[in-house]
């Protein structure tokens, strides 16, 4: 019976995971940039496919990918330099809350708004 206990409670330990904002901040980077990505060449070859003939659209992608890394790195390394003790304290839940939504409204605004900034920059010349 003890036995049994032990490897119950060895398992139940085993599933709990330890609170890290480190981590969740890096995996919330990670996703944002897969997202902003897709977003980004989705909204491009609809703007390409929307008549946008120039190579505006293509000059969009590669700025605002090569320009997502340095802002979600920013992100990231506010949350890189948490001690231990620090990075699992809950009292950092409403700093977090605000660097995710920041870092998901710029991930998926930001390739629909300079997109279109780019198609009314064609459309006007």
Same mark, same amino acid.
């Given at each position: 019976?003890?036995?049994?206990?032990?490897?119950?409670?060895?398992?139940?330990?085993?599933?709990? &995971?330890? $609170?890290?904002? &480190? &981590?969740?901040?890096?995996?919330?980077?990670?996703?944002?940039? @897969?997202?902003? !990505?897709?977003?980004?060449?989705?909204? !491009?070859?609809?703007? $390409?496919?929307?008549?946008?003939?120039?190579?505006?659209?293509?000059?969009? @992608?590669?700025? $605002?990918?090569?320009?997502?890394?340095?802002?979600? +790195?920013?992100?990231?390394?506010?949350?890189?330099? $948490?001690?231990?003790?620090?990075?699992?304290?809950?009292?950092?839940?409403?700093?977090? +809350?605000?660097?995710?939504?920041?870092?998901?409204? @710029?991930?998926?605004?930001?390739p629909f708004l300079l997109t279109g900034l780019f198609k009314g920059i064609a459309y006007l010349m």
């Amino acid at each position: 019976m003890n036995k049994t206990l032990h490897k119950a409670q060895r398992q139940q330990n085993h599933h709990v &995971r330890r $609170l890290d904002w &480190r &981590r969740r901040m890096s995996d919330n980077v990670a996703w944002a940039l @897969l997202i902003y !990505t897709a977003l980004q060449i989705f909204v !491009t070859v609809g703007a $390409l496919k929307g008549g946008a003939s120039s190579l505006l659209p293509y000059f969009a @992608l590669v700025v $605002l990918v090569g320009a997502i890394i340095p802002a979600c +790195r920013w992100f990231e390394k506010r949350w890189q330099f $948490l001690s231990e003790e620090e990075a699992a304290n809950p009292a950092w839940q409403a700093a977090f +809350r605000r660097d995710q939504m920041g870092l998901w409204l @710029l991930a998926i605004g930001l390739p629909f708004l300079l997109t279109g900034l780019f198609k009314g920059i064609a459309y006007l010349m």
